[in-house]
């Protein structure tokens, strides 16, 4: 766990993310009418940067992000789970399956989160303005 702790991770502004590639995201990419869309930020940081982040929508894997990376997904509206968990082998496979936040979508809402990760090497997901 000492290789993955060491310091905590650093929000990543919208506007300075790199688009995941298309590879690693693989739901919700279909526009909707009358739905919102959520997007996933990877913070920046040593802690766990060398695995993937999975993105979860109502406990289904939708994308995997690298730090720094983003994804978009379109979502009907409704009450949806967002949820983050660490991929990989080794230390990587270490923490908690998933943790998730709730996120309430209207028609034509944008709801943004981020995955941080502490500096105990713990992943979450929580809502951002960033």
């Not at 939708?62 to 997904?73: D, G, M, Q, Y």
């Amino acid at each position: 766990m000492a290789f993955l702790a060491g310091c905590s991770t650093s929000p990543v502004p919208l506007n300075e993310a790199t688009q995941a590639p298309a590879s690693r995201v693989i739901g919700y990419q279909a526009n909707i009418s009358e739905g919102g869309q959520i997007i996933v930020t990877r913070d920046s940081g040593f802690p766990g940067g060398g695995c993937y982040a999975t993105v979860y929508i109502n406990g289904e894997p939708v994308a995997r992000l690298n730090p720094k990376e983003k994804a978009s997904f379109n979502v009907p509206a409704g009450e949806w789970m967002v949820g983050a968990a660490l991929d990989g082998k080794a230390l990587c496979g270490m923490n908690a399956e998933r943790l998730e936040a709730e996120a309430q979508i209207k028609a034509g809402q944008i709801k943004r989160f981020r995955i941080y990760t502490s500096v105990d090497g713990d992943v979450s997901i929580k809502p951002t303005t960033f």
